[in-house]
Nanobody
Framework: VDLMESGGGLAQAGGSLTLSCTAS?????????IGWYRQTPGGERELVAE???????NYADSVKGRFTISGDMAKHTASLYMNMLKPEDTGVYFC?????????????WGQGTQVTVSS
């Protein structure tokens, strides 16, 4: 499984950015979870938002009401719309998936994309 991330970059506080993630590799039976984590300098990687079993959406408390995750499980894609950005949203955002194949559940991380929010 390979993950292709796009989006991110620099935004001003109050602005918006969109991240996208596409999974490829074939042999997918189903996508158990697809979502985004972020890591700040010196901090741990934390969940931002995810889609579970194609329907349930989980969000970190810090982004509820500001971020929206959407996905197309048939196309193996997910997008994270980040609105009302704050400087504390700055970090490296990683796409993460748990995908069921014919042989196993494969956990995969993207390479990460930088999001910087200036005050």
């Amino acid at each position: 499984v390979d993950l292709m991330e796009s989006g991110g970059g620099l935004a001003q506080a109050g602005g918006s950015l969109t991240l996208s993630c596409t999974a490829s590799g074939g042999g997918f039976v189903s996508i158990n979870t697809i979502g985004w984590y972020r890591q700040t300098p010196g901090g741990e990687r934390e969940l931002v938002a995810e889609i579970v079993s194609g329907t349930r959406r989980n969000y970190a408390d810090s982004v509820k009401g500001r971020f929206t995750i959407s996905g197309d499980m048939a196309k193996h894609t997910a997008s994270l719309y980040m609105n009302m950005l704050k400087p504390e949203d700055t970090g490296v955002y990683f796409c993460h998936t748990d995908i069921m194949t014919a042989d196993a559940i494969v956990e995969t991380w993207g390479q990460g994309t930088q999001v910087t929010v200036s005050s």
